[in-house]
């Protein structure tokens, strides 16, 4: 009965009974690293998985599909444009669903069996349809790994640390979309078109094992918070002890947040739920939001100029340089090793505002898109200066994701100090990343259509100017609003935010958060 035992308490958001022994290792298995660490896992599974296919699916769709290579470029473009529908529509409906679930545990171990299934289906498809319907449940699947994963980093290590957090989620985005169509190609040249599904679903064990293990910090308060009762005799005599060294741990961080009261004015207690404001939903307060309008647009922007290399690329090199799958994996490296600084990016979002490395990383990459359009035959310059422009562009995006992605996070928390208790017990971090998630996903499902398109009508440099126009479009209003109103009196850095500085929602000043010294 004890195994049972352990899993209703892990599955249960109460503690079934007060008897009963904690799970076991449950400090290392809550801790702050093992979770951190469990969600970035998650996270590169996800792109591993949606990654490792790109460069193996145009000679898969011909030899298993029986697609005509004129038609190639258009299925793998719809590829991606579909994995990129299905997360627009899947986000906002899992953040909505992870902030009612007493547990975000269980919605990942559910959004990681979808991610299963869609592989064997992508593994065993031969026919368009089953292409297409497995990218699309490996959409929504990737909707609850992103939604409820970041929501959970921010119940973990709180407001003031996510952007370098968030920055470590954007190293293992990095290193997946590193190695997913490097190994994909390398393996599917050597060892076959299966061997490449044997490596993802190793990767999909390791995962569901390391989600399993997982333990909420909330969960595991259940056992830390209560301690057996101290003997008076063991109080009179001055003995400390670890449970009274615990409580007073506990006073001393209950007291940095406010008491929540309730209508008479008493404290509510600890294990009963902050009523929801009533009215609209959370997603629509947070959707009234410019700041937030304005970071997820600078999500938009970006997802499309990191998806839209892979429409062109692998073929582009394939035509180009006459490379093969391998080739056109390993090529990503210079797109994907500057985002290796993004937990230092991250940081310094934190301590010193969103604003303007998000511009920066939108201007800088203006011209590298430009000289894309002088690569244009098969020589060692012209590959050494493609992989010298993509290695530039890639370290312009790496200033953009970590700084909009704790933006959001600090929209949240300014209409939590406006109005606190407004959105529940839950609060509605997973609703507001569900928006990241489907505006990234807009951006995946625009950036390839987007490069396909354009480089198939009007050709190769008709493509990259016209990203490099897309990227300045970005760069504007994040310059404006990321952070609050460029010439408002708000909090524009991580330091001015918990001493008391007023923090600009649509441009309203706030009152003042605690108290000045």
């Given at each position: 009965?004890?195994?049972?035992?352990?899993?209703?308490?892990?599955?249960?958001?109460?503690?079934?009974?007060?008897?009963?022994?904690?799970p076991?290792?449950?400090?290392?298995r809550?801790?702050?690293t093992?979770?951190?660490?469990?969600?970035?896992?998650?996270?590169?599974?996800?792109?591993?998985?949606?990654?490792?296919?790109?460069p193996?699916?145009?000679?898969?769709?011909?030899?298993?599909?029986?697609?005509?290579?004129?038609?190639?470029?258009?299925?793998?473009?719809?590829?991606?444009?579909?994995?990129?529908?299905?997360?627009?529509?899947?986000?906002?409906?899992?953040?909505?669903?992870?902030?009612?679930?007493?547990?975000?545990?269980?919605?990942?171990?559910?959004?990681?069996?979808?991610?299963?299934?869609?592989t064997?289906?992508?593994?065993?498809?031969?026919?368009?349809?089953?292409?297409?319907?497995?990218?699309?449940?490996?959409?929504f699947?990737?909707?609850?790994?992103?939604?409820?994963?970041?929501?959970?980093?921010?119940?973990?290590?709180?407001?003031?640390?996510?952007?370098?957090?968030?920055?470590?989620?954007?190293?293992?985005?990095?290193?997946?979309?590193?190695?997913?169509?490097l190994?994909?190609?390398?393996?599917?040249?050597?060892?076959?078109?299966?061997?490449?599904?044997?490596?993802?679903?190793?990767?999909?064990a390791?995962?569901?094992?390391?989600?399993?293990f997982?333990?909420?910090?909330?969960i595991?308060?259940?056992?830390?918070?209560?301690?057996?009762?101290?003997?008076?005799?063991?109080?009179?005599?001055?003995?400390?002890?670890?449970?009274?060294?615990?409580?007073?741990?506990?006073?001393?961080?209950?007291?940095?947040?406010?008491?929540?009261?309730?209508?008479?004015?008493?404290?509510?207690?600890?294990?009963?739920?902050?009523p929801?404001?009533?009215?609209?939903?959370?997603?629509?307060?947070?959707?009234?939001?410019?700041?937030?309008?304005?970071?997820?647009?600078?999500?938009?922007?970006?997802?499309?100029?990191?998806?839209?290399?892979?429409?062109v690329?692998?073929?582009?090199?394939?035509?180009?340089?006459?490379?093969?799958?391998?080739?056109?994996?390993?090529?990503f490296?210079?797109?994907?090793?500057?985002?290796?600084?993004?937990?230092?990016?991250?940081?310094?979002?934190?301590?010193?505002?969103?604003r303007?490395l998000?511009?920066?990383?939108?201007?800088?990459?203006?011209p590298?898109?430009?000289?894309?359009?002088?690569?244009?035959h098969?020589?060692?310059?012209?590959?050494?200066?493609?992989?010298?422009?993509?290695?530039?562009?890639?370290?312009?995006?790496?200033?953009?994701?970590?700084?909009?992605?704790?933006?959001?996070?600090?929209?949240?928390?300014?209409?939590?100090?406006?109005?606190?208790?407004?959105?529940?017990?839950?609060?509605?971090?997973?609703?507001?990343?569900?928006?990241?998630?489907?505006?990234?996903?807009?951006?995946?499902?625009?950036g390839?259509?987007?490069?396909?398109?354009?480089?198939?009508?009007?050709g190769w440099?008709?493509?990259?100017?016209?990203?490099?126009?897309?990227?300045?479009?970005?760069?504007?209003?994040?310059?404006?609003?990321?952070?609050?109103?460029?010439?408002?009196?708000n909090?524009?850095?991580?330091?001015?935010?918990?001493?008391?500085?007023?923090?600009?929602?649509?441009g309203?000043?706030?009152?003042?958060?605690?108290?000045?010294?």
């Open positions: 009965m004890a195994p049972m035992q352990h899993l209703k308490n892990l599955v249960s958001d109460k503690r079934v009974k007060t008897t009963s022994s904690p076991y290792l449950l400090s290392l809550s801790s702050n093992f979770i951190i660490g469990t969600i970035c896992v998650a996270v590169f599974t996800d792109l591993f998985l949606y990654g490792i296919i790109v193996v699916i145009p000679r898969a769709l011909e030899e298993r599909a029986g697609v005509p290579q004129k038609d190639v470029q258009k299925w793998v473009s719809i590829l991606l444009a579909v994995y990129g529908g299905a997360l627009l529509v899947g986000s906002p409906l899992s953040g909505w669903w992870a902030d009612r679930s007493s547990s975000r545990r269980l919605p990942l171990l559910l959004g990681l069996f979808a991610l299963g299934g869609s064997v289906m992508l593994c065993l498809a031969r026919t368009i349809v089953l292409f297409i319907m497995g990218r699309v449940l490996q959409g699947a990737a909707a609850v790994v992103w939604t409820v994963g970041t929501a959970l980093l921010v119940d973990t290590v709180g407001q003031n640390s996510i952007g370098e957090v968030l920055g470590w989620t954007s190293v293992s985005m990095a290193v997946a979309i590193l190695l997913a169509p190994l994909g190609g390398l393996v599917y040249e050597r060892a076959g078109y299966y061997s490449v599904y044997y490596m993802s679903f190793s990767l999909i390791l995962d569901i094992v390391l989600r399993v997982l333990v909420e910090k909330k595991a308060r259940k056992w830390t918070v209560t301690q057996p009762a101290v003997s008076e005799s063991a109080l009179a005599v001055g003995e400390t002890t670890d449970s009274t060294q615990e409580k007073d741990h506990e006073v001393h961080e209950n007291s940095r947040v406010p008491v929540i009261t309730n209508t008479n004015n008493s404290p509510i207690p600890e294990d009963e739920p902050i929801r404001s009533r009215g609209l939903p959370p997603v629509f307060t947070l959707l009234a939001s410019r700041r937030l309008l304005i970071a997820l647009w600078g999500c938009i922007v970006q997802g499309s100029l990191m998806t839209a290399f892979d429409s690329v692998p073929l582009f090199v394939m035509e180009t340089f006459g490379w093969n799958s391998t080739g056109a994996g390993v090529v490296l210079c797109i994907t090793i500057p985002s290796f600084a993004s937990p230092y990016i991250g940081h310094l979002a934190d301590t010193h505002g969103p303007w998000s511009v920066l990383g939108f201007l800088i990459v203006i590298f898109w430009i000289l894309l359009r002088l690569v244009t098969n020589t060692l310059g012209q590959k050494a200066l493609f992989c010298v422009l993509l290695t530039l562009i890639g370290v312009g995006l790496c200033l953009v994701m970590p700084p909009l992605m704790a933006e959001i996070t600090y929209v949240v928390e300014a209409k939590e100090k406006e109005r606190p208790g407004r959105f529940g017990a839950t609060g509605a971090y997973a609703q507001a990343y569900g928006l990241f998630i489907a505006a990234f996903a807009a951006g995946s499902l625009i390839p259509v987007w490069a396909g398109y354009v480089n198939n009508a009007a440099g008709t493509m990259s100017w016209s990203l490099a126009v897309f990227s300045f479009f970005g760069a504007v209003p994040c310059l404006f609003y990321t952070g609050g109103d460029l010439w408002a009196e909090a524009k850095t991580g330091r001015e935010r918990p001493v008391g500085r007023p923090v600009s929602v649509e309203i000043e706030e009152a003042r958060v605690g108290s000045t010294n």
